[in-house]
Nanobody, 114 residues
Framework: QVQLVESGGGLVQPGASLRLSCVASGRIISFGVMGWYRQAPGKQRELVAV???????NYADSVKGRFAISRDRAFKSVSLEMNSLKSEDTAVYYC????????WGQGTQVTVSS
């Protein structure tokens, strides 16, 4: 059993920054990719940023230049630095890990509002 535990969500004003973290635990063999997705009310879940074990990252166009994903050397944790937050970034953010199987965290709420 693999568990992904997220932390770092919250309520911030537009223009502020937040850092999300996700730590994997349990029977981890290896992940090929880890990252973050988000789901806003009434919308489908969408990719925010992912990173491979080799360090290759991919971002949604809407967050390029504002968000940065990073990983630890063991590839058991991933973080998302979010800067210049906008109201449209408001969503539940989910940690994702994929390899032989796919795993999701429980989600953490990010609300950007004045």
């Amino acid at each position: 059993q693999v568990q992904l535990v997220e932390s770092g969500g919250g309520l911030v004003q537009p223009g502020a920054s937040l850092r999300l973290s996700c730590v994997a635990s349990g029977r981890i063999i290896s992940f090929g990719v880890m990252g973050w997705y988000r789901q806003a009310p009434g919308k489908q879940r969408e990719l925010v940023a992912v990173i491979t074990g080799g360090g290759i990252s991919n971002y949604a166009d809407s967050v390029k230049g504002r968000f940065a994903i990073s990983r630890d050397r063991a590839f058991k944790s991933v973080s998302l630095e979010m800067n210049s937050l906008k109201s449209e970034d408001t969503a539940v953010y989910y940690c994702y890990a994929g390899g032989a199987a796919e795993y999701w965290g429980q989600g953490t709420q990010v609300t950007v509002s004045s």
